[in-house]
């Protein structure tokens, strides 16, 4: 009957080193005030913005999927969107900017990097000045990129991701005295 406890507690112990919740994010860049310029680069929430900023849906109405802001790439550059630490890309609405006559059907080379800038993952999308939601599900990146076929912009808004845990100090504890209580036991059965 001990040995039996000895297991089950060494068991639970073990399972808890292992539960991890995973919630998704959506930054939709609205709770930036609205105006009528780019905020170009910086930062929105602790993440950098390069060649990319927040624009009110004035310009962007029908890229828009929450008012009324979106993020968009400037000038037609390569946009950039990072974080200072790794994250898994979920997904993303995209939409071409439809003041352009070749926005239907525009080619954007997606790209995600490390925190060293090294590609660590590629897809092209093909976009319609329609908003519609790429899943990508890239894990352990730090940087996505998306360049466009020609010059025209992309609008992007509810930005999906999952934070990448960082082992906590109770969560390894916890999985130590599991794997511990298990070797102990496994110790008291040989003798």
Request: aromatic content about 14%.
């Amino acid at each position: 009957m001990k040995n039996k406890i000895w297991v089950g507690f060494a068991i639970i112990l073990f399972l808890i080193g292992f539960v991890c919740t995973s919630n998704a994010t959506v930054l939709n860049f609205d709770d930036v005030a609205a105006s009528n310029s780019f905020e170009y680069g910086g930062l929105y929430n602790g993440w950098v913005m390069y060649d990319s900023g927040i624009w009110d849906g004035n310009l962007w109405e029908a890229a828009v999927v929450s008012q009324p802001n979106v993020l968009v790439n400037y000038n037609s550059h390569v946009g950039m969107f990072g974080n200072t630490t790794n994250f898994d890309f979920t997904g993303a609405y995209f939409t071409s900017d439809g003041r352009y006559p070749y926005a239907e059907g525009l080619g954007v080379v997606v790209q995600g990097l490390d925190a060293s800038d090294n590609l660590i993952i590629e897809t092209t999308i093909t976009l319609t000045t329609t908003p519609t939601f790429f899943s990508f599900n890239w894990e352990n990146i730090n940087t996505i990129t998306w360049n466009p076929d020609g010059s025209n912009n992309v609008a992007i808004d509810n930005f999906t991701y999952n934070e990448n845990p960082v082992p906590e100090p109770a969560t390894m504890l916890l999985l130590g005295t599991g794997l511990v209580g298990l070797a102990g036991f496994r110790r008291k059965m040989k003798k």
